[in-house]
């Protein structure tokens, strides 16, 4: 499984080129990206899937960090008052 966080870093970063399509495995999307990054509009797309990427990654990364604390000591083990 790739890793989502430098998916969506090279989707923000590098995204106009089809860089982090390559990197998911989706080939085909990456050739498309490739052949019409002159036209800017791959590099708005890719930055927008850069960040919806990450956003999914922070999601994931909190359920699966809080909800086993909240499950084993009842409640969330931060207060914040």
Request: glycine share 8%.
């Given at each position: 499984m790739k890793n989502k966080v430098v998916a969506g870093l090279l989707g923000i970063f590098l995204g106009g080129f089809g860089v982090h399509k390559f990197y998911l495995g989706q080939i085909g999307l990456g050739?498309?990206?490739?052949?019409f990054c002159w036209?800017?509009?791959?590099?708005?797309?890719?930055?927008?899937e850069g960040i919806i990427i990450s956003?999914?990654?922070?999601?994931?990364?909190?359920?699966?960090?809080?909800?086993?604390?909240?499950?084993?000591?009842?409640?969330?083990p931060l207060h914040f008052y």
């Open positions: 050739v498309v990206y490739l052949l036209t800017t509009i791959p590099g708005i797309i890719g930055f927008i956003q999914q990654a922070m999601k994931t990364l909190i359920k699966n960090t809080i909800t086993p604390l909240k499950k084993s000591q009842g409640e969330y």
